[in-house]
């Protein structure tokens, strides 16, 4: 089993939550080979990274020119072309239980974000799986279905937004394949949920601090004590609930 990690620290502000997942990896994923690869942060802030994946036994690589996230995924499931599974970690996530003998039976696999307005990109976005934590158990079979669709300006991975009828719409990272193959992709259930927690926004609240105040709260617990954020997901999935787009 291989997982892949990206950081991304540009400013000290926001080390703790590029940091937060070497608490815990160990814990889900005791034996896995994993790389984490670091997305051009500062060279000081680098160096720490480093320190801290080198003491969980993991490999790194500094990443010298930034590339987006999407290009990321992509780059590291056309690179694992396996019949193994892969896993993608966002940094800002702390494991609870074991996870590494999870068995799935599907195309993907991980936690379903439905759809809801979000406030920060004033958008009305599609559900997705979420790439927090996202599982592919199997690269040749995904990229077959990638490329065996017939649409030519199709891109799975990479988000975009459109306007149509006088409201934004968007297709975040991943949505536009959620959306493709649905009914062969596996939603994480309440005891898969229950073995790790997601902190939202933990490697640039900076950014959307402003727009999402609740998420402002969740990070003040995190930077005092990480355990004080198990069981998150249930308030995230309120948050998803209050913004449900009614249909007219």
């Not at 896995?32 to 994946?53: G, H, M, Q, W």
């Not at 490999?59 to 072309?81: A, E, G, P, Q, T």
Request: aromatic share 16%.
């Amino acid at each position: 089993m291989i997982v892949n990690i990206l950081t991304f620290c540009p400013f000290p502000s926001s080390f703790y939550g590029n940091s937060l997942i070497f608490k815990t990896l160990r814990i889900g994923f005791p034996n896995a080979k994993v790389f984490v690869y670091d997305n051009e942060s500062p060279i000081r802030l680098s160096k720490k990274i480093e320190t801290l994946a080198k003491e969980n036994d993991c490999y790194f690589m500094r990443i010298k020119k930034n590339i987006s996230h999407h290009s990321f995924l992509n780059s590291c499931i056309i690179n694992n072309v396996t019949n193994e599974p892969i896993v993608f970690l966002d940094p800002d996530v702390c494991f609870w239980k074991n996870c590494e003998n999870w068995e799935f039976d599907s195309l993907l696999a991980g936690r379903l974000i439905p759809e809801f307005y979000d406030n920060f990109s004033k958008c009305i976005t599609h559900p997705r799986i979420h790439t927090s934590f996202l599982w592919i158990p199997n690269t040749n079979k995904l990229l077959e279905k990638i490329n065996n669709i017939d649409k030519f300006e199709c891109q799975p991975l990479t988000p975009f937004m459109y306007f149509i009828k006088n409201k934004w719409f968007r297709f975040d990272t991943m949505g536009v394949l959620y959306s493709l193959f649905e009914k062969q992709i596996k939603s994480f259930n309440k005891k898969e949920l229950n073995s790790y927690d997601h902190l939202f926004c933990g490697t640039h609240l900076d950014v959307v601090k402003d727009t999402l105040p609740q998420v402002n709260e969740w990070h003040e617990q995190a930077k005092e004590n990480y355990k004080s954020i198990k069981g998150i997901w249930k308030k995230q999935e309120k948050y998803f609930n209050n913004r449900k787009v009614i249909n007219e």
